[in-house]
């Protein structure tokens, strides 16, 4: 079940940039796009300490980052057209490679 709270920690830590990215515009805030990325942060939190109980800290810090790193990251492009290139996809994968090797080690 830790595992399943990290995944959910992790997804969720995807929400709150988007929550920001649409959060502040040119005519100034957006309450409930920022409500949404406080909720991200609280519940992403939350999921990250419940998997801690279990999953040594570094283990699930780093997968929770890379999780919502990689996440945001691909969101970006498909969702707000970032930049893409065959480095940053390849520095994305190394980042994924680090999250599956600290899942088995």
């Known amino acids: 079940m830790a595992w399943t709270y990290l995944v959910l920690a992790?997804?969720?830590?995807?929400g709150w940039p988007i929550g920001l990215k649409l959060g502040w515009t040119e005519n100034g805030p957006r309450p409930l796009w920022l409500g949404f990325a406080v909720l991200?942060?609280?519940?992403?939190?939350s999921f990250l300490l419940q998997a801690?109980?279990?999953i040594p800290m570094g283990t699930?810090?780093?997968?929770?980052?890379?999780?919502?790193?990689?996440?945001?990251?691909?969101?970006?492009?498909?969702?707000?057209?970032?930049?893409v290139s065959m480095l940053r996809i390849?520095?994305?994968g190394l980042i994924i490679a680090g999250v599956v090797g600290l899942k088995f080690a």
């Open 52 to 54: 801690q109980r279990v």
């Open 90 to 92: 390849a520095s994305a």
């Open 60 to 83: 699930a810090y780093a997968v929770w980052t890379g999780i919502g790193a990689v996440g945001t990251f691909v969101v970006g492009i498909v969702a707000f057209g970032d930049a």
């Open 40 to 45: 991200c942060i609280i519940l992403s939190g």
């Open 10 to 14: 992790g997804l969720l830590e995807i």
